[in-house]
């Protein structure tokens, strides 16, 4: 009977510590189920995040494009007027020489009307 007693009692004490370790299981189970949903609700998280920033991105170069368009069109305008300018100036220096090669011409005339109206006063 003692036998018997002996067996039990290792029977208990082997039953005892497999509940400790089945509870400490239990236990971690439960820790890594909560960190589980932990890492669940912080890639949801982060998912969402990236879909936002993403959304901004294309909201940033949508209007980056249109910015670069419109500067495009800024530039070309700005040549445009530039081309303008220097055949503005150009054209003016034309006139400015023609001006000048008539006021000489009428200068010239104008002496020598004064000379024949003095010859023919003369006479």
Do not use: Y
């Not at 002996?6 to 510590?17: P, Q, Y």
């Not at 445009?80 to 054209?91: D, G, I, P, S, Y």
């Amino acid at each position: 009977m003692e036998k018997f007693k002996s067996k039990i009692a290792t029977l208990r004490s082997e039953a005892d510590a497999s509940i400790e370790r089945a509870e400490a299981a239990e236990q971690q189970l439960a820790g890594a189920k909560d960190e589980v949903t932990a890492k669940e609700q912080d890639i949801f998280s982060l998912k969402n995040r990236i879909t936002l920033l993403e959304s901004q991105l294309e909201k940033t170069e949508a209007t980056g494009s249109g910015s670069k368009a419109a500067l495009r069109e800024h530039e070309l305008k700005a040549e445009e007027l530039e081309r303008k300018v220097k055949n503005l100036e150009t054209e003016n220096e034309t006139l400015e020489s023609q001006l000048e090669q008539m006021t000489a011409k009428h200068l010239e005339v104008k002496n020598e009307l004064e000379e024949t109206l003095r010859a023919m006063d003369d006479m």
